[in-house]
């Protein structure tokens, strides 16, 4: 699938709605974004 977004935020908490399922193919900005949200639940639930 292809979206289109003015800012990388603006599909962050859709995708990240899809859990495990989801993989950002690009752009990179996309992918540490969603790389460091996964980082920061883990993190969370870790404490």
Do not use: C, I, N
Request: net charge neutral.
């Amino acid at each position: 699938m292809t979206l289109t977004v003015r800012q990388v935020d603006d599909a962050l908490s859709w995708l990240l709605s899809w859990g495990a399922h989801v993989r950002v193919l690009a752009p990179e900005s996309m992918r540490q974004r969603v790389l460091a949200e996964a980082e920061a639940v883990l993190q969370y639930y870790k404490s």
